[in-house]
């Protein structure tokens, strides 16, 4: 019997260890209030999203994607007062508080995928200006939130990725 009892809480630890869901951010800004951006803000998601990281190597200069990621790839991801933040593969692992990783944003875990699979995403308005409002108030996402954004690519010399983004969908 006593096996059993300690099969049965090694399972609920393990099931409870591997739970991707996000954690409650202690940085995160207007999420008890309802989004301030609905001109921004999608119900449907758009058509032909690609991960961040095929993008970064596909994307070209000024045409429109459809790209998708979690909030994160540092320990700040968004900018504060303005709706910009970065964005990181859905395919690369973010680490858990239970591995030692109090901001599993940030990917401490697995920093060396970073690199090739992160963006940064600008919402801008109808004339191609940042928005100037936090992201997390205007779209209601936090750190590790998973978002599908639509806009023009923008590179710099470096081959990093910029969204200038028009529409974004919540999943």
């Known amino acids: 019997m006593k096996l059993f009892k300690l099969t049965l809480v090694l399972f609920f630890v393990v099931a409870i260890g591997c739970n991707r869901t996000p954690p409650p951010s202690s940085s995160t800004v207007g999420n008890s209030d309802a989004p301030t951006g609905s001109q921004f803000i999608v119900t449907s998601e758009p058509a032909g999203a690609t991960g961040v990281g095929e993008a970064r190597k596909t994307a070209i200069d000024g045409a429109t994607v459809v790209v998708v990621?979690?909030?994160?790839?540092?320990?700040t991801?968004?900018?504060?007062?303005?709706?910009?933040?970065?964005i990181v593969d859905p395919s690369v692992s973010y680490?858990?508080?239970?591995?030692?990783c109090p901001t599993p944003w940030d990917y401490c875990c697995t920093q060396d995928q970073v690199?090739?699979?992160?963006?940064t995403v600008k919402i801008v308005d109808g004339q191609g200006k940042l928005v100037?409002?936090?992201a997390r108030k205007l779209l209601g996402v936090r750190e590790l939130s998973l978002v599908v954004v639509q806009g023009s690519a923008r590179r710099d010399d470096?081959?990093?990725?910029?969204?200038?983004a028009e529409k974004v969908f919540i999943r």
Do not use: R, W
């Open 158 to 164: 470096a081959g990093n990725l910029t969204v200038l």
């Open 115 to 119: 690199k090739d699979n992160i963006a």
């Open 95 to 100: 680490c858990q508080p239970a591995e030692g």
């Open 132 to 134: 100037a409002e936090d």
């Open 77 to 86: 991801p968004f900018v504060d007062g303005v709706a910009a933040f970065s």
């Open 69 to 75: 990621g979690h909030v994160g790839g540092s320990a």
